[in-house]
Every structure is written in structure tokens, then in C-alpha cells.
T-cell receptor
């Protein structure tokens, strides 16, 4: 069955330090996409970064990078130089799944950046 | 401005009283989807639509209905709401649904008494 696992319910990081949020996935598909979204306390969902399964290079978007290890089925989000505004819930997601156009999300990691 | 809108943003209702949450996008997207978010469970997909008149079940479709009569609109219908449908609901859209970024609406917080 398709599944996304985020094993860290909550994390703390000191301001200006880097932090890695873990995401592992399970799929038998050869072609799929992996996404990270941020949900601040205000509630909206903000897209951060995307990695295609056939992309050979890890995706980067500003301070965000995705550490994609296909053989290990992991897609960890790395945030460099953490800022107070990075405090939020972070969700890993995958699509499509097994010939459908379903999206699957993980349970999320709540990140708190400390001053 | 490109956006996904949802109405209402907050709703308190009682068990069994039919309700509709509207969703509209102005980006000419073909793919639209509904999710519910519950603590500890993340987001779970309820229904999605590939295009007008084409819908399919997500992982938690029980108790919900959808329709896609126009490309821009994708309402979520709860015909007989129950307390276990108390949740935060998100509508989202993307161009075609195939490994693309989804754009999310602001969310609708529903409380069923």
C-alpha cells in the first residue's frame, strides 16, 4: 500500500541552524512526485519544494532542499539557516499512486525554531 | 490574483443537517481535490476530480459527496453530517493532477454538534 511516514511528531532547532525533517515513502510506482508543504499557525498550506522520481539532482528552493535517496525511499527536507518564521507544521506528500491521481500526505512534523 | 476560495471559512452545524462547502478556482485547473485534516492524521484525501463530470474517491470518501459541473467549482456536500466529520477541510487544485503542485484554499473549519 502507498504510504508516507514522518516519524518526528515535533522538533526544535536553534535559530540560524540547519534542520532535517524526515520523510520515508512506500510505493511500487516507478513514476511519482514528492512534495513538501508548510502549514503555519494561521492554517494555510504553502508549497515548498517538489522532487520527481526521475530527477537525478536533489531539488532546491532557496533555503529549502530535498535530500532524495530513491533506493532508501526517503525524501528528507533540509532547511538551512532556520528563522523564527519557519516555526510551523510540515507535511510530506506523494503523488500519483498506483494508476490513480490520488495524493497521500504524511502525518506531519511540527517544527519550533528557538531564538 | 490566482487563488482557490472556499466558503464558508467556519461553520457550526448539528447532526443530520445537510451542508455544502463551496470551492472555486480561477486558474483554469483541471484537477481539484478535497482533503480533511485531523490532529495526528495529517491530510487525507476525500474526493478528487480530473475534469468536469469526472470524479473519484480518495481514501476517506464515506459520508461525503461531490460534483463537478463546471471546471472552476468543486463543492463538497455532507448530506447528513455526524460529529466524526468535525474537521478542517481543504480544497486544492492543480493544472492536471499529474505530479504537480497543488494550490490550496484557506480551509473550512467545521464543527458538527
Amino acid at each position: 500500500a502507498q504510504k508516507i511516514t514522518q516519524t518526528q511528531p515535533g522538533m526544535f532547532v536553534q535559530e540560524k541552524e540547519a534542520v532535517t525533517l524526515d520523510c520515508t515513502y512506500d510505493t511500487s510506482d516507478q513514476s511519482y512526485g514528492l512534495f513538501w508543504y508548510k502549514q503555519p499557525s494561521s492554517g494555510e498550506m504553502i508549497f515548498l519544494i517538489y522532487q520527481g522520481s526521475y530527477d537525478e539532482q536533489n531539488a532546491t528552493e532557496g533555503r529549502y532542499s530535498l535530500n532524495f535517496q530513491k533506493a532508501r525511499k526517503s525524501a528528507n527536507l533540509v532547511i538551512s539557516a532556520s528563522q523564527l518564521g519557519d516555526s510551523a507544521m510540515y507535511f510530506c506528500a506523494m503523488s500519483p499512486t498506483s494508476g490513480t491521481y490520488k495524493y497521500i500526505f504524511g502525518t506531519g512534523t511540527r517544527l519550533k525554531v528557538l531564538a | 490574483e490566482a487563488q482557490v476560495t472556499q466558503n464558508p471559512r467556519y461553520l457550526i452545524t448539528v447532526t443530520g443537517k445537510k451542508l455544502t462547502v463551496t470551492c472555486s478556482q480561477n486558474m483554469n485547473h483541471e484537477y481539484m481535490s478535497w482533503y480533511r485534516q485531523d490532529p495526528g492524521l495529517g491530510l487525507r484525501q476525500i474526493y478528487y476530480s480530473m475534469n468536469v463530470e469526472v470524479t473519484d474517491k480518495g481514501d476517506v470518501p464515506e459520508g461525503y459527496k461531490v460534483s463537478r459541473k463546471e471546471k472552476r467549482n468543486f463543492p463538497l456536500i455532507l448530506e447528513s453530517p455526524s460529529p466524526n466529520q468535525t474537521s478542517l477541510y481543504f480544497c486544492a487544485s492543480s493544472l492536471s493532477g499529474d505530479q504537480e503542485t497543488q494550490y490550496f484554499g484557506p480551509g473550512t473549519r467545521l464543527l458538527v454538534l
